[in-house]
Every structure is written in structure tokens, then in C-alpha cells.
């Protein structure tokens, strides 16, 4: 049992601290959040050079320990790059079901000169499982796919979509579908992300591999975003408690600052309590999957004790901070904005805790 | 970073799991499971077993009969222990004045009493609390005036737990009443309750059990030689002691195993299949996985010298998720939790006639040991910077 960071991993997250708290500061994260695209390519280069995008899926690059460090910066500076969405979950769904030549555009993936996006979600799925709607047609050797997926994140400015499909003989495949090839709506999300509907009408696709049910390979997918949201929203409760700790020492009401009244630390306390306990899981997560174990239980676990801390954080972040707290301009809010849309994704608490119920009668006591 | 335990833990958990489901009475380890109040017998048989084979005291200096063990080894020893329901050795021994005598006192002092705090054959109890000294202990008022080779104790301590049972007592006393800061005149003063002078006052609770008292001390004589350390300096020590006492007081594997509890008698009754019920308890689960990994966090955390800010977290919300599973057992209850030691005729079982008093005698939790406010105080000032 050991929750020390190695030194390499201490260095990939200075590193990254660094280059994201050099980048943005609120004003500068707004201006980029409000350009078309959303995010920055120089940055998206910057991240690439360090080698952030081929975490996971390019060995050299590291591992999940690594991705929670880097996610947990990017929450932290609430940067727009989708890192997750773009370039690692569907990078590794190529790397573990992909040919060969497939994979061979991961390079290009990590080097961040192709986006990627997958095409997972459908309309009326909650809780993301591996069944779906969108159907896969083969014609001799050629594959076309027909269905609407939505949300689909980074969806909008994706090079390659990997899309999931229900193939004739059953299961789940896997396919790559150049995005020009579908019909996409892109959007912004409420916390000033990018996102897309994606219709395919018979639109040309190639099986990721070979053909055949891809179940396994989209659960532990799955699993790897839960990880990496809990991640992203570990760095974003940190600072929201941060700010507003600082905002308690600083503020001035009645002639003394904030932090004078209990009624306020005392609930600043219990942020730092939700805070620890979020912590403590989304390690539970990233560790996990470092050690090869691709439990969806436990990604429902962890999400489901972020999404509390992230309501409770996000909350009282908001309030304690008064007025401010809720105004474009001051950085709390952003921070509980993209918290919430962290619990929207990939299931909500109570979708976790569904996942859990089932799961009660088989064993006695809890454990680890 | 790794989640495993290392093979060299693994293999130290096996032989404690072992050690405690065979060397620990099966029925002792059965009343522990299903008991709501501290048996006396079974916590002095127990800790003389543990004592026997060197594992009562394993957070102590080794000379006095430690374990040079990592904080990790010492999670494992007490998380084992709660699992296999075996009764922890008594806290106020081991906890408490155990570690503050091998750390303050005299050699005579420690060579006197440590031997028989670890077995067990002096029961101690703490007299800290005083009726206008709560949260605010510093502004006690027992006083212990020397006089040749005595010190006077006058005053009243209260919420004195198990004392009933107890042969010594530890006490903050105020030796200097003319100090300038009330911090500075207390003393650490080691009194035998059999002593002339002192009356003990059981305090019955609202469930009606009988676990604290009043201890009133009226012009008792006690031995000079029976200070800890220096006159004066017994703030110092209570804080050392305060900081011990939080040891397992997140009591991870009890409310484990009381969580199991409801849900294996929640399944017979069929109110696992109500989703209402079913969401509460996972929630509940899912809080002590959180809590349990935040101890491990805070164990291997430690082990710089420098304890995890975390480490705050586990008094306050272990407190929190002890009350809740006692609440849930009371719900499970449902109207069997009315009647209360009802005889033999009556069909409510025996478990549920003790649910509700249970949950309100755990109101108790976020109380002791630092109530509650008392953390979130520290958190905000420590941790905050509030």
C-alpha cells in the first residue's frame, strides 16, 4: 500500500501545472472558452510535447496514475483542452481492439494532429452501457452505420470518430468512421465545453479490429473516463475550496473579515471533509485500473462519492462566496458549473447508486 | 503508488486474522459482535491475551513492550481486530496514560505502572472533563495543592467513562491557580481511586445504560511521586494524549461489520427489496469505503513524522457514519424497536428492542473525544487558514 508519487510522476505534474497556470488565468480561460473552437491548439501542442496525449495508449507515455495527476491540473485550471475525450479514451480503445495499421494513427493522436471522439452515447442512455441503438450493416467486405449518438464530447471538431454499433449477429462492435461521413450538430455545453449530436445515415465505416462483439473493450473505456472525470473534478474542488477559503480571509463584512464567523468556517470544514473523502476515492479509481483492474463497480463507487462531494463543494463554494459566487466574470461558479456537468456525464449519482444496489446482496461486509 | 497490500502486509494480515479468530474466545468475539455496552470481564481476558503474546500495546516505546511497526502494520493490528469482533484493549490504558507516562514520566513512574497498564491489572479511567470545562477543557478547576509530600485534590470531574470499573484515575489538575494563562498551571497527577476522600456517581444515559460518572474529590491526599513529568507542564502532555486518542476513533471495521449487520437482517425481513431502503445502505457503504481509504491515505501518509491533514477528517466523519448505521439498524427495526427488554413471551426480537436505544446512546460520538465543532474548528484553523 503506498499513495506516494513517484518522482517522475511529481515532475509530469509540476509540469503541467505549469504550463496550465501560465496559460490561463480566469479572464484568459473565458477568451479562449468563447472562441469557436472552444479551446486552444497551441496549448493542445504544448500538451502533446510533454507528452500528455498519448497517456494510456503509448507505453512510453505512462500509465493511469499518470493521467489521474495531469486530469487532476486540468480541473484544477478548469482548462478546455478535451484531453479525455479527444485523444485518450478513444486512443485507447484503439490501441487494445485496433489493427495494427489502425493503430498507427495513434502517433498522429499523441503528436495532436488528429482528434478523435467517441461516438458512445444515444438518446435515453443514463447510465452508459455497452448496448445501443445505432446499427451496423455489413455488404460484402464494406460496413455502414446508421443512428443518432448524442452527447457526444469533443464530437464537434473530431478528425475520427469511434463509434459504437449493434452488429447483425449481435453484440456490440467497434468502428471507425471519418467524420466528414456523418452528419454532425456541434454544441457548446453548459459549462463551456464542446459536444456534438452525430447522425449516421449508411455512413461508410471500418470495423476497429475485427467485427465481433467489443463489449469488454467498451466497458473498461468506460472505466477509464469515470477515472479520469473523478480526476478532473478532484483539481476543480480543490480550487473552488481554495478560492474560497482565500475569499473568507479577504471579504469584509460588519467591520471584520469572513473567516471571523463560525457559521461559515465550520461549513468550510466540511467542504475540506467532502474534499478528503473525494480525494480518497478518486485515487481508489486511478489506482485500480493501474493495477489492471477495469471494475466498473469501483468506477461507481468513486463517481458516486464525487458527485456528492462535487454537489456539496460546488454549493457551498457558491454560497459562502455570496453574489459573486453566481457571476461570469468571478471563478467560482465556473468551477460548479463543470463539477455539475462532471456529474452529468457518464451517469449521475443516482445512476452510480443504482449500480450499487444491484450488487448488495453479494456479499456480506464491504470491502475494498 | 500502490493499492495491494505489499506481500510481506499481506502475510502480516493473515497471521493477525488467524491469531484473532483462534487465540480470542469464540464467545467473547460473539457477545463483542451483538453487544451495545462494554462487558468488563471480556476486555480484561482479552487484553491479557493480546498482552501475553506482545500485541496490547504495540503503538508503545518498544523497551515497554511496542511494536516497531509502520503505521500501516498498526492499521492492519486494529482493523483485523474489529473485524474478527475482538474487544479493543482498553483505550484509557493504552491510548491514553500508557503512552504519555512512557513519554513524560520518571523512570520510577514508568517502571511502577506501565507493566500493569498493559495487562490490564490497573484499569484506568479519565479525569479530564469538569462540569464548566468541556470543549474548553483548559478552563478546569479540580485543584491539587502541594503540601509537603502530598498534593489536596478538591473538585469535581465528570463524564468519566467506565469509571465504575476503574482503580486509577489520570487527572488534569490545577497546581498553580495564579498562573497567567489557565493553560499554565495544570499538572498530571495519578490518583488510586480507593483513595480517601473520593466518591464516584454513576450518571445514568438516555437509553439507560450506565457508562459515565461524576468523580468528586474532597480534600484527598496523593502521593507527590505520583505526578507525571513536571509540575505545571500537564497541558503539554493532554495534548500529546488528545492527539493518541484519535487513534482508531474512525472505528472503520466495527461499522463495517454493523453494516453487515443491517443488511443481513434487513434481507431476512425483505426490507433489503425496498429500493428506498437499499439506496440508503449503499450509500452508507459507500461512505465507509471512502473513510476506510482515507484512513489507509492517512496511515501510509504518516510515515514521514508529519501526520496527514487528513487525518482530521477520520474523527468527524467516522463519528457520523458510527451513528448512521446505528440508525439504519433502528429502521430495520421498524415497530419492533418499541419494546425494551420486554421478557421472553414478547416477539420482537432482541436485537430490535436494542436499536433505538443503541442509536441514541451513539449521539455520543461526535461528542467525545472533541466534539464534532471542536474538528471542524481545528480543520478550518490548521488546515484552512481560517
Not at chain 1, 479525455?84 to 489493427?99: K, R
Request: a negative charge; proline letters at 5%.
Amino acid at each position: 500500500m503506498d499513495f506516494q508519487l513517484s518522482e517522475e510522476q511529481v515532475l509530469l505534474r509540476d509540469t503541467t501545472r505549469d504550463l496550465l497556470s501560465r496559460t490561463y488565468d480566469p479572464e484568459s480561460r473565458l477568451r479562449v472558452v468563447n472562441t469557436d473552437l472552444g479551446w486552444s491548439r497551441d496549448v493542445w501542442s504544448q500538451l502533446a510535447e510533454i507528452g500528455i496525449l498519448g497517456l494510456g495508449f503509448d507505453e512510453d507515455a505512462g500509465g493511469q496514475i499518470e493521467i489521474q495527476v495531469v486530469l487532476t491540473e486540468i480541473g484544477r485550471r478548469l482548462a478546455p483542452e478535451p484531453v479525455v475525450h479527444a485523444a485518450l479514451v478513444p486512443g485507447a480503445l484503439i490501441a487494445e481492439v485496433g489493427t495494427a495499421g489502425q493503430c498507427a494513427m495513434l502517433d498522429e493522436v499523441a503528436a495532436g494532429q488528429r482528434l478523435l471522439a467517441f461516438a458512445h452515447s444515444e438518446p435515453g442512455m443514463r447510465l452508459p452501457t455497452p448496448e445501443v441503438a445505432t446499427k451496423a450493416a455489413r455488404e460484402g467486405d464494406s460496413w455502414t452505420l446508421s443512428g443518432r449518438k448524442n452527447p457526444v464530447l469533443a464530437g464537434d471538431c473530431a478528425d475520427t470518430l469511434v463509434v459504437s454499433a449493434a452488429l447483425p449477429d449481435g453484440g456490440t462492435g467497434l468502428f471507425l468512421v471519418d467524420a466528414a461521413a456523418a452528419r454532425r450538430q456541434p454544441y457548446r455545453t453548459f459549462d463551456g465545453q464542446r459536444g456534438a449530436q452525430i447522425d449516421f445515415e449508411n455512413a461508410a465505416a471500418e470495423p476497429l479490429g475485427e467485427p465481433v462483439d467489443a463489449s469488454t473493450a467498451i466497458g473498461a473505456a468506460l472505466v477509464r473516463v469515470s477515472a479520469a472525470l473523478c480526476a478532473e473534478a478532484l483539481g476543480a474542488m480543490e480550487e473552488a475550496l481554495r478560492l474560497t477559503a482565500e475569499y473568507l480571509t479577504q471579504r469584509k463584512q460588519f467591520g471584520v473579515t469572513l473567516s471571523k464567523f463560525q457559521t461559515l468556517t465550520q461549513r468550510a470544514a466540511d467542504m475540506y471533509v467532502s474534499l478528503e473523502l473525494a480525494r480518497s476515492m478518486a485515487l481508489y479509481a486511478a489506482m485500480s485500473i493501474a493495477d489492471g483492474n477495469l471494475d466498473p463497480t469501483i468506477a461507481a463507487r468513486a463517481k458516486l462519492q464525487i458527485g456528492r462531494s462535487g454537489r456539496h463543494i460546488s454549493q457551498e463554494a457558491i454560497q459562502l462566496h455570496g453574489g459573486i459566487g453566481v457571476t461570469d466574470e468571478y471563478p467560482v461558479g465556473h468551477y460548479a458549473a463543470r463539477l455539475t456537468a462532471i456529474e452529468h456525464t457518464l451517469g449521475s449519482s443516482q445512476d452510480q447508486l443504482h449500480v450499487l444496489i444491484d450488487q448488495l446482496g453479494d456479499y456480506e461486509v464491504v470491502s475494498i | 503508488m500502490q493499492l495491494a497490500l505489499t506481500p510481506e502486509e499481506a502475510a502480516f494480515r493473515d497471521e493477525l486474522r488467524t491469531f484473532y479468530r483462534t487465540q480470542i474466545p469464540a464467545e467473547i468475539r460473539d457477545r463483542t459482535r451483538i453487544a451495545s455496552e462494554a462487558n468488563r470481564d471480556d476486555i480484561v481476558t482479552t487484553q491479557k491475551i493480546l498482552n501475553d503474546h506482545g500485541l496490547a500495546v504495540p503503538n508503545w516505546p518498544v523497551e515497554w513492550g511496542g511494536k516497531d511497526w509502520t503505521p500501516t502494520q498498526q492499521q492492519i493490528w486494529l482493523d483485523e481486530m474489529q473485524l474478527a469482533s475482538v474487544p479493543e484493549p482498553l483505550t484509557f490504558n493504552t491510548n491514553m496514560v500508557g503512552p504519555v507516562i512512557a513519554e513524560f514520566g520518571s523512570q520510577a513512574i514508568k517502571e511502577r505502572f506501565l507493566g500493569p497498564t498493559a495487562a490490564l491489572d490497573i484499569w484506568w479511567c479519565q479525569g479530564f472533563s469538569e462540569p464548566e470545562a468541556g470543549s474548553d477543557l483548559a478552563s478546569l478547576r479540580v485543584t491539587a495543592l502541594r503540601d509537603g509530600d502530598t498534593y489536596l485534590v478538591n473538585g469535581q470531574k465528570t463524564w468519566t467513562t467506565l469509571g465504575q470499573y476503574a482503580d486509577w484515575i489520570f487527572c488534569l489538575v490545577r497546581t498553580d491557580p495564579n498562573a497567567p494563562k489557565k493553560q499554565a498551571g495544570i499538572s498530571f497527577l495519578l490518583i488510586d481511586m480507593n483513595t480517601p476522600g473520593i466518591t464516584l456517581r454513576p450518571i445514568k444515559l438516555v437509553d439507560g445504560s450506565y457508562e459515565v460518572n461524576e468523580v468528586f474529590f474532597e480534600d484527598v491526599r496523593v502521593p507527590a511521586d505520583q505526578l507525571v513529568g513536571e509540575e505545571n507542564q500537564g497541558w503539554t502532555y493532554a495534548k500529546f494524549l488528545l492527539g493518541n486518542e484519535r487513534n482508531g476513533i474512525a472505528q472503520v471495521g466495527r461499522t463495517k461489520l454493523r453494516l453487515a449487520e443491517v443488511k443481513e437482517l434487513a434481507t431476512a425481513s425483505g426490507l433489503l427489496d425496498d429500493p428506498l431502503f437499499a439506496a440508503r445502505l449503499a450509500e452508507a457503504e459507500n461512505d465507509i469505503v471512502a473513510l476506510e481509504l482515507t484512513q489507509m491515505r492517512v496511515a501510509s501518509g504518516s510515515q514521514g513524522g508529519k501526520p496527514n491533514p487528513a487525518s482530521s477528517v477520520l474523527k468527524l466523519r467516522g463519528s457520523q457514519l458510527q451513528q448512521l448505521a446505528t440508525e439504519l439498524l433502528a429502521e430495520v427495526a421498524g415497530p419492533d424497536a418499541l419494546p425494551f427488554d420486554a421478557g421472553d413471551g414478547i416477539a420482537s426480537p432482541q436485537w430490535a428492542q436494542h436499536s433505538a436505544p443503541r442509536y441514541l446512546n451513539y449521539r455520543k460520538t461526535s461528542i467525545y473525544g472533541g466534539s464534532n465543532e471542536v474538528q471542524r474548528t481545528i480543520i478550518a484553523s490548521t488546515i484552512l487558514g481560517l
